[in-house]
């Protein structure tokens, strides 16, 4: 998609403009409101055509603004259940900055993982090598959920490219502090039995229907459904749609589920944070049902130096309620402080 695309974001990305400075704290707030506000009405972009690369042997389904813009390149990560049209809101105002990449990880959206290779650690590598085949410079990584987990322990473990982490409600290592409401941890405990999971969840499907699971994939990541537009409960359908041609999914799915799990828990995965050394933002939305803010301040208390930026009213995905808002603490213009440990 071209800068100069037919469908224009609204007044407030002038906030995103390449020279903008750091927005102040009250300008900040302001465009949180007028965000959350406008979102439903955000039109849908015109966006390049999904594409496939191969990387080590995986075809990863992925969308590529094209290499002939300058600034940054942003790569946007989904989480568990997602696909690269979770990004898609706020695909139009990065792309004025700098390239933008949407890859769909090993096992979700279009991309069928290879031997059951799902799980975080194989994402991990396969984001890495991604990186290399598309020849991604100046690489700002964008991370939400199980995106994040996979962004930050690539970024622990270093890629030369990667200049900035931003991290989206991400997962956040385990603790006492750090546990999700009962029905989303009753949900990965199935999880956690693989061949129960990989009975119970085909049925459950197919006793909600196709379309109703892409809706309800919304439903279960936002605070205010009123806020989400149209055209992007359209989108999930269609992906809960294509994901059903991928006969790897539910085990795929499990794997990935499980892996979570047991990285969130590992000695590993808390070292990790502090093995980061590129600048990172960490997104929050305070009303996230999947990844409670109050567990997330108490993890990131071992960081401080982490720019931590915290959405009031926001669920687990930010970009499908306050597009706006989200691409600009991508880019860089919104800063914050953790409070309240």
Request: some cysteine; charged content about 20%; proline content about 7%.
């Amino acid at each position: 998609m071209s800068p100069a695309s037919e469908n224009e974001p609204g007044n407030s990305s002038a906030a995103l403009a390449a020279d903008a400075d750091v927005l102040d704290a009250a300008a900040a707030e302001a465009l949180l409101a007028e965000s959350l506000a406008t979102n439903l009405d955000e039109p849908e972009p015109d966006l390049p055509p999904i594409t496939t690369v191969e990387v080590d042997g995986v075809t990863v389904h992925h969308r590529d603004s094209g290499h002939n813009v300058s600034g940054p390149t942003y790569v946007l990560v989904h989480g568990l259940g997602g696909s690269l049209a979770n990004w898609e809101p706020v695909w139009p105002y990065l792309a004025r900055l700098g390239r933008v990449l949407t890859p769909d990880l090993a096992g979700f959206g279009r991309t069928e993982a290879d031997a059951g290779r799902s799980a975080v650690g194989d994402n991990v590598d396969l984001l890495s090598a991604y990186l290399d085949v598309v020849d991604a410079r100046n690489v700002v990584l964008v991370g939400n959920s199980m995106g994040g987990m996979i962004s930050l322990l690539l970024a622990a473990k270093g890629h030369p490219q990667l200049e900035r982490l931003v991290l989206v409600d991400a997962v956040v290592p385990f603790g006492p502090k750090v546990r999700p409401n009962p029905r989303v941890g009753l949900t990965f405990a199935l999880y956690m039995c693989p061949p129960l999971a990989r009975f119970v969840v085909p049925r459950y499907v197919q006793r909600r229907g196709t379309d109703q699971m892409g809706l309800d994939g919304v439903l279960v990541v936002v605070a205010d459904r009123r806020r989400v537009p149209r055209w992007v409960w359209r989108r999930a359908v269609e992906e809960a749609r294509a994901l059903t041609e991928i006969q790897s999914a539910v085990p795929s799915l499990v794997r990935a589920a499980q892996s979570i799990v047991i990285a969130g828990a590992s000695r590993s995965y808390r070292r990790a944070l502090a093995e980061v050394t590129v600048p990172v933002t960490f997104l929050q939305g305070d009303a996230d049902a999947l990844v409670p803010a109050r567990g997330v301040r108490a993890a990131l208390a071992r960081v401080p130096e982490w720019n931590y930026v915290e959405a009031e009213g926001v669920g687990h995905v930010p970009m499908f309620e306050a597009a706006t808002w989200t691409a600009a603490v991508i880019a860089g213009r919104i800063r914050g402080n953790i409070t309240n440990m």
